[in-house]
C-alpha cells in the first residue's frame, strides 16, 4: 500500500514557465514533507520541506504548498530552468517515525 | 566538508553470493539510514542507525538482509543468498541528529547492485 503517491512519472515544461509537482498521501500521521531532486547516477539532493502547521513554504524558485484536508501536497517551480531537469521525490514522516516515505518520482523535464 | 560516501558504486554479482555494501557518513552525523531503489520505484526504507540505540530493522526485507555499523560512524549493509529481486540502488543517508522528520537526510550516491 503507497503511502505518498506521485501519480505523474513525468512532466515537460517550457523554459521560464511554471513546473507543478504533485503529491497525495494517504498517512494522517504524516506531519513533516519534503522534496528531493536527483540526478542520474546521484543520490536524491534535499530541496525544500514543509511541516504540517503552515501550508505554504518558500525558497527562492521554489515553493511547496500543503492541503492538509486533501492529503495533497505540491512544489512550484518559478520559473524553470533547463538545470531543474532531473526526478522529483516527494517524501513525508510522522511522529516518531524517523525514515522518511518516498513517492515514486517525478521526471521532469525543462525544454530550453 | 566531504558529503556521504558509499563504495562501490557499481557491484555485479551471482545469485546465491552474499555482498557487503559501505557508507562513510557525514562526520559528526548520529543518525544512519539505508534505503534501496528498485527500478522504477520510489526509495524503500531499510534500516535506521541512532547513536547506540538499537537500530530500527523495520524495513529489511528478509533475514538475509543485515547492517551494523562500528564506533558510531562507518555501516556495512550485507545481503547473504543474493536474489535478482535483490537488484537496485542501495542509498545511504545520514542526518545531524535524530529529530524525526524535521532533521535532514543526506544522501550519498549510491550503489547500484545487479544480480545475474
Known amino acids: 500500500d503507497q503511502q505518498v503517491k506521485q501519480n505523474s512519472p513525468s512532466l515537460s515544461v517550457q523554459e521560464g514557465r511554471i513546473s507543478i509537482l504533485n503529491c497525495d498521501y494517504t498517512n494522517s500521521m504524516f506531519d513533516y514533507f519534503l522534496w528531493y531532486k536527483k540526478y542520474p547516477a546521484e543520490g536524491p539532493t534535499f530541496l525544500i520541506s514543509i511541516s504540517s502547521i503552515k501550508d505554504k513554504n518558500e525558497d527562492g524558485r521554489f515553493t511547496v504548498f500543503l492541503n492538509k484536508s486533501a492529503k495533497h501536497l505540491s512544489l512550484h517551480i518559478v520559473p524553470s530552468q533547463p538545470g531543474d531537469s532531473a526526478v522529483y521525490f516527494c517524501?513525508?514522516?510522522?511522529?516518531?517515525?524517523?525514515?522518511?516515505?518516498f513517492g515514486s518520482g517525478t521526471r521532469l523535464q525543462v525544454q530550453p | 566538508g566531504a558529503g556521504v560516501s558509499q563504495s562501490p558504486s557499481n557491484k555485479v554479482t551471482e545469485k546465491g553470493k552474499d555482498v557487503e555494501l559501505r557508507c562513510d557518513p557525514i562526520?559528526?552525523?548520529?543518525?544512519l539510514y539505508w534505503y534501496r531503489q528498485s527500478l522504477g520505484q520510489g526509495l524503500e526504507f531499510l534500516i535506521y542507525f541512532q547513536g547506540n540505540s538499537a537500530p530500527d530493522k523495520s524495513g529489511l526485507p528478509s533475514d538475509r538482509f543485515s547492517a551494523e555499523r562500528t564506533g558510531g560512524s562507518v555501516s556495512t549493509l550485507t545481503i547473504q543468498r543474493t536474489q535478482q529481486e535483490d537488484s537496485a540502488v542501495y542509498l545511504c543517508a545520514s542526518s545531524l541528529r535524530s529529530g524525526g522528520g524535521t532533521d535532514t537526510q543526506y544522501f550519498g550516491p549510491g550503489t547500484r547492485l545487479t544480480v545475474l
Open positions: 517524501a513525508a514522516s510522522g511522529t516518531g517515525r524517523r525514515a522518511l516515505t
Open positions: 562526520s559528526g552525523h548520529t543518525a
